[in-house]
């Protein structure tokens, strides 16, 4: 179905050179769209990281929280893609979904290695800094290998996810995040300014 192993190394790729270049590479389905869910954590990271400098103008702040809502809903927007081309290619293939209903998205797991893939990068880049003392540095690469450990756990548990789904072992359901607060029909304190 998808390869794990390829998930794996275009996540950390696209980060490493996403801070050079954003580029994108991919051209088939669904690796256009894991390309775009790593594309929206890469964005949201960066985003999240000035909203928490103290020192800043605050209209860069405001700024930042709107790119962080904009990327979230464009990051699960994405996860909804992924989960979507894995039950059309399970049913274009004639797989029955099995009886067990698994919760977590193949798309939410594929989410979650890209975010690892971040936190394994800048962690990376913290056991390579200069201007810390080496308990830092030590501190930064046991969380590395950490991590290295998470990113395998996760990704054989989602490897097998495809298995079980292929076997006609589990099913899953698409879940829509339904983002209120993006939406000025839903979110009050954007409504109520739009009636009065």
Known sequence: MIDFKKI????YSKV??????????????????IEENMKWNFMLW?????????DIDPLRIVEAKRNIDQYNQARNNAMEKIDEWILSFLES???????????ETPGMMIDRL???ALKKYHMEEETLRSDVEQAHIDKCALK?????EQIID????LNQVF?????????FKVYRQFKMYNDPSLNPELYKRNNS
């Open 8 to 11: 794996l190394e275009l996540q």
């Open 16 to 33: 490493t050179d996403w801070h050079n270049e954003i580029k994108f590479s991919e051209e088939t389905l669904p690796w256009m769209f």
């Open 46 to 54: 960066h985003e999240e990281d000035i909203a928490r400098i103290k």
């Open 93 to 103: 293939n004639r797989i029955n979904p099995g009886e067990k209903m698994h919760s």
């Open 114 to 116: 890209a975010i690892m």
């Open 144 to 148: 590395v290998s950490v991590l290295n």
């Open 154 to 157: 996760l990704s054989n548990a």
């Open 163 to 171: 298995i079980d789904l292929e076997n006609s072992i589990l099913r």
